[in-house]
Every structure is written in C-alpha cells, then in structure tokens.
T-cell receptor, first 110, second 117 residues
Framework: GDSVTQMEGPVTLSEEAFLTINCTYT??????LFWYVQYPGEGLQLLLK?????DKGSNKGFEATYRKETTSFHLEKGSVQVSDSAVYFC?????????FGQGTILTVHP | NAGVTQTPKFQVLKTGQSMTLQCAQD?????MYWYRQDPGMGLRLIYY???????DKGEVPNGYNVSRLNKREFSLRLESAAPSQTSVYFC????????????????FGPGTRLLVL
C-alpha cells in the first residue's frame, strides 16, 4: 500500500536558519504530493502541493520539488521565522485518499 | 463562509458510552472524510464519503460508524467508546469525487479532542 516517511523530529532552529524536512514515499501509480501544516490548536491547512514529476510547489517561502526518481518531496525554506513553528505533514493522494507521514514538529527560537 | 466546522471541540467519555461527532461544510464539496490523529502516527483515515449517499471504510474503521446525512453533513459515531479511541478527530472535505480527487486540496475542520476514561 501507499506510505509516506518523514524525517524524525522534533526539529529546533534559530530564527533565519535554513530548514529541510525530508519526505520519501511509496505509491502505486502517479500520486500527487502535499505538505500540510498544523499550527498549535488548529486543524491542518495546505502549505503547498505538486501534482506531477519535477513540479515545484511553493508558498510563504517554502518549497518542495516532486522527485520521481528518488521518490522524494523534501520541504525547504531559506530563512525560518518564529511564526513557522508548527507541525508539518507530508502526504500523498492516490484516487482521492490522503496518506500522511507521521509529522515533524518544528520549533523556531528568536 | 465558515469552511469545515466540527462539534464538539472537546469531549470526555467513560468506557462504553456512545457519542456522535458532527461535521458540516459550506463549500458545496462532494467528498468528506474522517481522520484520527495520534502522537507519532500522523493522521489515519477512518471513513470517507465520495458523494452523498455513499460511505467507505478507510484504514482504521473498527469501532466507528458514519452517516452522510446530506451533502453538507458527515457524522462519526462511536457506539461503545474504548480508551483506545482517545484521540483528536478531524473532518475534511474536497470539491470533487472520483479520480479527480487525487490532486484536490483537502480542507480540514479544527478538530474534536476526545478523551475516553
């Protein structure tokens, strides 16, 4: 079946540091890939997505590129802010059903 | 436009009690979903409804039932709650159904935190 593996957390960074959260997947067919973010006490919201190989999703300074050859969709940001502190979920869809990774807690200190 | 709403926000149950979690969306979406979120396990799909009048099991359906009351509402019922059902429950929806769902964004409600003693 489909699966998503994220790097183990939590991740703690200082403000303006570079962020990478690794995500790899296993899926049949041609999945779409997503990063969702969950701020404290809230539901999940879409951060970015990519629907085919070599697509780059981007939003709020975050980027991720759909790499079919390495089955990866790593999340990056060049300079994190305290307001980026949240839980980040990598996910894929196959015929409409989302499969999530376990989530990575990011804490950014001033 | 409230998006996806869930009630209640928080609930404490005793083992064996029953309850229904309510979810409604005002975006005219066709598909709706129920997930549970447990520490270190991400979100897991309990049940989904690809369209009004249809429901299907997800990854972890045991101990739950669902009803797609109409296009807007999708409820989740625990008939006899167990401590293993202590979790945060999220409802979500997408505009389309069928194969087109693959690239659609899912919109999530704020969650219901359930504690079963």
């Amino acid at each position: 079946g489909d699966s998503v593996t994220q790097m183990e957390g939590p991740v703690t960074l200082s403000e303006e540091a570079f962020l990478t959260i690794n995500c790899t997947y296993t899926a049949t067919g041609y999945p779409s890939l997503f990063w969702y973010v969950q701020y404290p006490g809230e539901g999940l919201q879409l951060l970015l997505k990519a629907t085919k190989a070599d697509d780059k999703g981007s939003n709020k300074g975050f980027e991720a590129t759909y790499r079919k050859e390495t089955t990866s969709f790593h999340l990056e940001k060049g300079s994190v802010q305290v307001s980026d502190s949240a839980v980040y979920f990598c996910a894929l869809t196959s015929y409409g059903k989302l499969t999530f990774g376990q989530g990575t807690i990011l804490t950014v200190h001033p | 436009n409230a998006g996806v709403t869930q009630t209640p926000k928080f609930q404490v149950l005793k083992t064996g009690q029953s309850m229904t979690l309510q979810c409604a969306q005002d975006m005219n979406h066709n598909s709706m979903y129920w997930y549970r979120q447990d520490p270190g396990m991400g979100l897991r799909l309990i049940y989904y409804s690809a369209s009004e009048g249809t429901t299907d099991k997800g990854e972890v359906p045991n101990g739950y039932n669902v009803s797609r009351l109409n296009k807007r509402e999708f409820s989740l019922r625990l008939e006899s709650a167990a401590p293993s059902q202590t979790s945060v429950y999220f409802c979500a929806s997408t505009r389309t159904s069928g194969r087109a769902m693959s690239w659609e964004t899912q919109y999530f409600g704020p969650g219901t935190r359930l504690l079963v003693l």
